[in-house]
């Protein structure tokens, strides 16, 4: 299972762009990239996933270069709602019979 | 749907007891999954099925914890006896095999506190 690094927190206040990039090194090739995010007193909530380039969704943009080894969550215009922590996970649900691994993930303040 | 439910949400109780925790997963989803998380050690995979049979529980931290999936729609784990160490919000996921993205779903976690 690929081993995934992050910040372990950023701060950034209302309006701008927040930017989250993970390092997955040993990413195998059957593997997608996939972004939850978690509120306090809530469960993981899924943000997006891709497996290269970008994808975009109503919430963020996932980009991933050519080389697979790391991807950034980018957060367009925050508010002080998007104070969560973000997870970057690595696997294939499909593929690898199900077995997904949360890192310690990136505690995100949005100050006013 | 209303998505995956958890009972009960806080549980409060005296080490020793024993403490079962109920998932009910989103109906139709043929993976679940059962995690654990505290703040020293994040979210913890402890053991997840598919099609109600247990694949890995190498996550499960002693014999003290069992769970069991009778049906496709009903989970439970089981902590006997509890432990202080066990304090921890545990929360129950399900999966569709088939879908594109593998997304898991999460309930609001059971709250557990051993005293």
């Known amino acids: 299972l690929a081993k995934t690094t992050q910040p372990i927190s950023m701060d950034s206040y209302e309006g701008q762009e927040v930017n989250i990039t993970c390092s997955h090194n040993?990413?195998?090739?059957?593997?997608?990239i996939t972004w939850y995010q978690q509120f306090p007193s809530q469960g993981p909530r899924f943000i997006i996933q891709g497996y290269k380039t970008k994808v975009t969704n109503e919430v963020a943009s996932l980009f991933i270069p050519a080389d697979r080894k790391s991807s950034t969550l980018s957060l367009p215009r925050v508010s002080l709602s998007d104070t969560a922590v973000y997870y970057c996970?690595?696997?294939?649900?499909?593929?690898?019979?199900?077995?997904?691994?949360f890192g310690q993930g990136t505690e995100l303040s949005v100050k006013p | 749907d209303a998505g995956v439910i958890q009972s009960p949400r806080h549980e409060v109780t005296e080490m020793g007891q024993e403490v079962t925790l109920r998932c009910k997963p989103i109906?139709?989803?043929?993976?679940l999954f059962w995690y654990r998380q505290t703040m020293m050690r994040g979210l913890e995979l402890l053991i997840y099925f598919n099609n109600n049979v247990p694949i890995d529980d190498s996550g499960m931290p002693e014999d003290r914890f069992s769970a069991k999936m009778p049906n496709a729609s009903f989970s439970t784990l089981k902590i006997q006896p509890s432990e202080p160490r066990d304090s921890a919000v545990y929360f129950c996921a399900s999966s569709l095999d088939r879908s594109n993205t593998g997304e898991l779903f999460f309930g609001e976690g059971s709250r557990l506190t051993v005293l």
């Open positions: 996970l690595v696997g294939d649900l499909r593929n690898q019979g199900g077995k997904l691994i």
């Open positions: 109906s139709g989803h043929d993976y």
């Open positions: 040993n990413i195998a090739t059957n593997d997608y």
